[in-house]
């Protein structure tokens, strides 16, 4: 399966608590709730169209419980999310979850090299896509591990100045090809990109 990872973040690369203001306010953080002004139907068609991609699930422990806490209340068995939120299988990275009650929900813990390895056992199932939905921190380590296949990443016309971000110090360096960009009638713009390996480098120095 190809490994995609699916965000929403700002301008300045926020990715904490798109979805309202009390989804995740660690450190203080007061403006829960960004994405939501920026919501419409061309959006919410991207996002159709990447989830009946879906062969199954990956989520970090914090996503895992929001949307646990959400999806298996919306019963509607046509619902372009929660039909395969629901139905699927669900693998959620956690050292502390141990009894998970969401259906087919399959928690891989470890070391980071054992944690590294099942997702990588994961990947070579056959099937379309294993995706990640926010995650910010499973993506971190995802992105450390060279793991991600695909990057669709949904920028916002919106900056905040605070908050936790997806791109840090510490990220490997790494060169994308894009594969796709499209933009919403709200300002939003879906970039798809592909790692390439190690960034390239140049120089404009004049010649002596």
């Given at each position: 399966?190809?490994?995609?990872?699916?965000?929403?973040?700002?301008?300045?690369g926020?990715?904490?608590?798109?979805?309202?203001?009390?989804?995740?306010?660690?450190g203080?953080?007061?403006?829960?709730?960004?994405?939501?002004?920026?919501?419409?139907?061309?959006?919410?068609?991207?996002?159709?169209?990447?989830?009946?991609?879906?062969d199954?699930?990956?989520?970090?422990?914090?996503?895992?419980?929001?949307?646990?806490?959400?999806?298996?209340?919306?019963?509607?068995?046509?619902?372009?999310i929660?039909?395969?939120?629901?139905?699927?299988?669900?693998?959620?990275?956690?050292?502390t979850?141990?009894?998970?009650?969401?259906?087919?929900?399959?928690?891989?813990?470890?070391?980071?090299?054992?944690?590294?390895?099942?997702?990588?056992?994961?990947?070579?199932?056959?099937?379309?896509?294993?995706?990640?939905?926010?995650?910010?921190?499973?993506?971190?380590?995802?992105?450390?591990?060279?793991?991600?296949?695909?990057y669709?990443?949904?920028?916002?016309?919106?900056?905040l100045?605070?908050?936790?971000?997806?791109?840090?110090?510490?990220?490997?360096?790494?060169?994308?090809?894009?594969?796709?960009?499209r933009?919403?009638?709200?300002?939003?713009?879906?970039?798809?990109?592909?790692?390439?390996?190690?960034?390239?480098?140049?120089?404009?120095?004049?010649?002596?």
């Amino acid at each position: 399966m190809k490994l995609t990872f699916t965000s929403f973040l700002t301008l300045d690369g926020v990715v904490q608590a798109p979805g309202g203001p009390e989804e995740d306010p660690g450190g203080g953080f007061t403006h829960g709730g960004w994405q939501a002004p920026f919501d419409d139907d061309t959006l919410g068609r991207y996002i159709t169209e990447w989830f009946a991609g879906a062969d199954a699930f990956l989520l970090g422990r914090r996503t895992y419980d929001i949307f646990a806490g959400y999806w298996p209340r919306v019963t509607d068995p046509d619902h372009p999310i929660a039909a395969p939120l629901n139905a699927l299988p669900k693998y959620v990275v956690s050292n502390t979850l141990k009894n998970p009650e969401w259906h087919r929900t399959t928690v891989v813990a470890g070391s980071d090299a054992d944690v590294a390895r099942e997702i990588q056992a994961l990947k070579d199932r056959p099937g379309r896509e294993l995706q990640v939905h926010g995650s910010g921190t499973l993506a971190k380590f995802l992105m450390g591990h060279g793991l991600i296949d695909e990057y669709r990443l949904m920028i916002h016309p919106v900056v905040l100045g605070t908050g936790r971000r997806l791109f840090t110090d510490g990220v490997p360096p790494t060169s994308f090809a894009v594969a796709e960009v499209r933009t919403t009638p709200s300002g939003v713009s879906v970039h798809t990109y592909r790692p390439t390996g190690r960034p390239r480098y140049g120089s404009y120095d004049l010649d002596e």
